[in-house]
């Protein structure tokens, strides 16, 4: 019979002991997890004795079973991949949903699929069977329903893999049970190294490997079992799994009968003092879990004894330790972990500038969150050669949120988020300027789901029109593939080869693999390997999926939404590898990535409290235990009937259960708590820890770079305080310094433009210091500012330090190209007052935000104003007018209404209920205004409409009235027309056969004219209304100009006349008019302001005062105009009530202004000093 030897060692004596090991072999066969073969192989060819890296058999798990299969000749079923078993599982699910009692409401969960398969493996690995949980009967009925779903779904997981397939645990099995036919292990010596701890199908390996079967000479000579435990230190709590499953597989060996010897590796190789005492008392907390106890046949096995003594030995050997040279060990306390990583490459360069070579460093990133995507961007900017051995979701790739976008229209009928998610890809035919339309366009017209299936809505500006027609060819183009795609797949009798033939090809028409092909070629040209072997594994690992999908639903009718979800499901789970891809560069990777005999120089990231916790799976701790438990009754319960001989044979009458229908009886050990994984975390970081040989850096963060909070771990935090004592100057970092020196151009700038903005109004700041830091930043501003490469950005942060605004504007010729295709307009020039930054983003770049779903103010407006100017013209025809009864006036309105409302259909104010309420609102409140307009005009006298959305300078024969342009000079001569639409103007014919005209503009808000808004270009509309009227109305004299307030009014109250009267003075108008009794009184109900030195309110007027305010707003105008051909463009915001203009700006994120610098506070307009208005030029 074989010998077994079962090897415990630290972390640093691992790999010397399986060198060992090979070196006195005689027919070594290595067996190591699957990630680190390659490191394996590096190691035992620098270390191993000269006798042939090929005679040499090195394998993982995937290529033992492999291996097995090709020597045996024991292929016949096909293997099924992870992918393959989430995608049958998610079938399973879904067949079986109604008879599901606990994941009935679950199913479509794209995890669930994952977490279920991973559970069964565990049932699988521990010798379960689906009989065996619906015989558990738990107190808790959630959890008997949760046992009745997974031994249901098991059960027809196992129908689908038949005899036909089988998966990565049944091919394990199987390699197992026919490893000794294969003659692999015959007289071999079968190293098994490496592993976290004695897993179920290592014990399977084993106990095939050395049983006994008589005539058979084909099993191993001996097995030895290396791991890395240990039971005796007061770091132990961390290798409690490994020393837990070393006791039992040590009372499973002596429970069959096999000779064993355990023994403690002592072979270390040489280690810093420091870097040693780190790597013992790292975890040296004293924490020991608590006893464990199996029994069996009347026999009590102690497989964790019970912790006190070992505990008080262990923490008196921890105190007698004496604290050596720590001097090689530093720790790093981060501000936020943006400058935690700059702080690693700043590590990583001072390194290599003592000489230590690249690969000779490593970096291992605990925090799985934030610094495994921020971490290689840092290293890429500061030059540093590394390699990221890091799994990658396929998710991150493009093309897998192309397809998964693709699966998700096909299933949830075309939602916006999916289309949008599929055109930002890159993997469609549209444009980056067409993707930008495409969602702005869909996002303010609300194209969702079936409205994607009906053609754009077109305007009738024929701007606008355009537009909408360009848009809908893109539709058609990305839709219509889609749709046709979509009847095709839910044919009734589609089969999974038939839907996988189908997704193949649209992806191969919509040029998929073109587009991979060019990215490739761009990443060529940057030198990225990796992104190019990222690219390729995604569209292979998509590819198996529809193949999966093709051969195990083959001829087997799918569903199309069937067919998403399993789709869904396994690209949950799917992850893509990262390969090396350079020889001489920095490893990077999680803690548990790590296995070699040491590297010099290790940084060990993200030593955080919060990343020590792992998610639940499918069953809870109390479930788990629980099971454990149950195992163990019935186990003993076998047991004892056996070595009683009272076990009767089975009734032939009954149907057995599985549980009692065999003598293999089941482990009772299924998966790990929750409790060994967190240990097992530890434990490796401890790993990680143990791997520097010269130099060590430990560091966390307090902070993610979003701001939220971070907690260093209680290791890291006792680490500091031990070093702190022995060499304080080893300990940096904290919350106010960051120690971080100019390593790398890129961030020395960043850090200058800092410093400088601090210190610029100061004398203590680096530019006048003499300390070494101080001089070290001057250098580094110098060299920077010489460097042809980072001079003009330099320069750029140079000259950010002394401007009061934040640019100095463009050329009149450059103002002349960017403006001439935009037409002037009033509203233009009061957005110049309000902020020239502004003016230049929205008129001359023609910048715009995304749009959003909602009725904007500026719709709601052009709503009333139609309503209000469709009402007028034809109630205006009618002989009564104005005496028109009210209930005349509802049946024109409704009709009006109804006419206008019917532009709704399908956008947002018919939505839900919320945006339906709204409309309902809106509708509301012009129907107010218009009824408190005709009572006002059926007063006598009266002004009266004479037209509504009166034209000037733009020719409209619809129009009763043209009236001309309002036109000035500017200062080069050029001659510039102003154009527009004036809401209404009324008229009013007093008995002195005067004839006056009345403005009045519509505003959903009652406002007053301010003298001081004029004077800076942010009220000029009204005024320069007034002007065109007075320009083009022969005949008639000016009475002023009004706003009118259009909107919904309520009123507490019963009585009919207390409300009207109330509605009428809540929508009275307001602005400036002349002070004439007779003119105010045709006009009620207005509001007229006294004027008074304590505002600028402009109101009553006399007939000069209104033709100097006129007069200055042409002015104003006229200067504004000038400043905006000259190129002005500094950002200057003009705050003109409560609320800055930057508040509502559609640019806030293309602004350059900063109200911290000197000179570039926020300018407020003060209404309580009234301006003087500019002197009126000759």
Known sequence: MAIIRIVTTRAPGLIPSLVK????????????????????????????REKGFFDLKIFSPSSLVREVRELTGRGSKKPVSADGQNMIISQVLHHHQEELRYYRDSVAQPTLAQKIAGQINDFHRARLTPGFLRDFDPSSRRTKAKMEDMALVWDGYNQVLGNQFEDAVGQWLSAVGHIRKSGLIRNAQLLIYGFDYITHDILNLVDAAISDNGADRNGAAEVVIGLISDDVGPDREIFRAANDSVLALMDYLSHNGYAFTQQRETMIPPIDPGIAYVEKSIYATGAFASEKIYERRDEVTVIRPDPAEAKKQAMADLNRSEIPDMSHVRVYYAKNSYLECQHACQTLIDWHREGIPWEDMAIAVCEQNTLPSLLPLTLSASGIPFNAKQDQPILMSGYAQYFLSLLRILRLNFCQNDVLRMIKTGFTPLSSQDVMDMENYVRKNGIHRGRWLKPFYMPEKAAEKEKAEHMEA??????????????????????????????????????????????EDVLAEQGDDLGIDRNRQVWTAINELLDSVAVFIADEPLPLHDLCTMLEASMASRMIKSLPQLSRAVMVAPPQMFFSSGVRCMIVMGLQESELSTGGGILSEHERSQLEQFIEDANREFYKQQSAGGMEGPDESAEPSEAESSDIRPFSKIGQSLLDLAARQKQDVYQAVSLAREQLMISCSSAKPSGGVLTPSTAFKRLSKVIADMNPANVSGGLMNTDIRPFAPAFALETLAVKLRDTKDSRDGFLHGSGTEDILWQNALGSLYNSDTWREKTTGVLNGLHVTVTTTGITPDQAARLYQSRAMSISRVETFGSCPWRHLLQYGLDLFPTATYVFERNEQGTFNHDVIKMFLDEAMKLPEWPDISEHQQNVLLNRILRERVKQWEGGILRSDIVHRFQGVSIIHGVRTSIASLMRSFQQKPHFLPMAAEVPFGMPDVKSAFNLPPISITTADGAVIAFSGRIDRIDKLVLPDGKTYFMIVDNKMSSRDVKQNSIIAGLQLQLPLYIRAAQNGLTGFEAAGGLYQPVKDVLVDGDDAGKIIAQIDKDLQTSGIILDDKGIQDAMKPVKIARKSDANDTISAVTPEELQSVLDCAVDIVTGRVNRIRSGETAPMPLQDGLQSPCSWCDHADGCLYDSTLPGCKIRELDHKHRMEMPAQKP
């Open 21 to 48: 090991e090979i070196d006195r072999a005689a027919n070594p066969v290595v067996l190591i997890p699957e990630s680190f073969t390659l490191a394996c192989e590096t190691e035992i060819v620098s270390r191993s």
């Open 474 to 519: 893109l539709r058609q183009q990305l839709i219509d593939p889609i749709v046709e795609l979509r009847d095709k797949l839910s044919q009734k009798g589609c089969t999974g080869r038939q839907a996988a033939t189908l997704l193949f090809g649209f992806i191969t028409d919509a040029g998929i693999y073109d587009r991979l092909l060019a990215q």
